[in-house]
């Protein structure tokens, strides 16, 4: 994967919190495996996020930062100048990657899309869904519109869980949780129950979607133009899309609960899908890049 050569990279979608801890609140557990909303239960596990809820109460706490938290963008808009320091900073290459997905989104979806800040922080955050530590796992949260990240994320997909990784993979991983902010603006994630779980639940349909919406994505993203009438990102490789399917493979419940977790696969705690469904909504959305593709919820075969 490489971004462009040329033009100034606009780091204004992320709010760099890297330090100013703020994790008060409720504790989570280790391994990414759950979070709990401050106003509705909203569960977050790995790559996850976008349980229901989110109403105007949800949303009116904790808007934007937390007590005693502050966002000092200061010295990444100083080491992100250029669009080509996306090609050797992992911290500007995620920049680039929020400024190319909400660009598609916002031409995609027109008038109905809002931007979403990411937010990077270390160790633990205060968001509106309650507090979070870096165990959570990459989430969105709906009661603030905010996509939460601890970029130490990305080594341990590799360390962890084995992953391949690359920047591609780490483009996936945000494109997946924007595809949760998608989803909240159109109201998909009211329709669920996130108390539910299993192989058909709606949460399981929720994660697939997000998948298929972060395939979409990347089946415009060479083409995609930012304000300057260019895209930001000039060549995805096969490689790159391979990367994101073992990425894929290694975050479905089956492979967690079986090499991460106890040894056992339980389906009927299934949340985010298995590892071949993962691997297949992603690939929907990439062949065909359209979201209309992506409607998990209007089908009996989910894979």
Do not use: K
Request: charged share 20%.
């Amino acid at each position: 994967m490489r971004f462009r050569e040329s033009g100034r990279l606009d780091t204004s979608g992320v709010q760099d919190r890297r330090g100013a801890g703020g994790g008060r609140g409720l504790a989570v557990g280790g391994g990414g495996l759950g979070l709990v909303g401050l106003v509705v239960v909203v569960l977050f596990q790995v790559l996850g996020g976008g349980g229901g809820g989110g109403g105007a109460a949800a949303t009116s706490v904790l808007q934007g930062l937390g007590s005693g938290q502050t966002a000092d963008n200061g010295a990444l808009e100083q080491s992100c100048d250029e669009v080509a320091d996306a090609n050797t900073s992992v911290d500007c290459a995620v920049a680039a990657d929020i400024d190319s997905i909400q660009d598609y989104w916002g031409q995609t979806l027109g008038g109905s899309y809002r931007p979403a800040d990411t937010v990077f922080f270390s160790g633990s955050v205060q968001t509106g869904c309650g507090g979070a530590t870096s165990g959570s796992g990459p989430f969105y949260c709906p009661a603030d519109q905010l996509v939460y990240i601890d970029l130490s994320f990305f080594d341990d997909l590799q360390t962890r869980f084995g992953a391949e990784g690359g920047a591609f993979v780490n483009a996936y991983v945000i494109a997946h949780e924007y595809g949760h902010h998608v989803q909240n603006l159109l109201g998909t994630n009211q329709q669920v129950d996130p108390r539910e779980s299993g192989p058909t639940s709606g949460s399981v349909r929720l994660e697939l979607q997000a998948d298929c919406y972060a395939g979409t994505w990347a089946n415009h993203a060479e083409t995609v133009p930012d304000e300057t009438g260019q895209p930001l990102i000039v060549d995805i490789t096969d490689d790159d899309i391979s990367r994101a399917l073992d990425t894929a493979g290694r975050i479905g419940d089956d492979f967690i609960q079986e090499n991460l977790g106890s040894g056992t696969v339980d389906e009927g705690s299934f949340t985010h899908g298995s590892s071949e469904q993962r691997q297949r909504w992603f690939s929907t959305g990439y062949s065909t890049g359209d979201p209309n593709q992506c409607d998990t919820f209007g089908t009996d075969d989910l894979g």
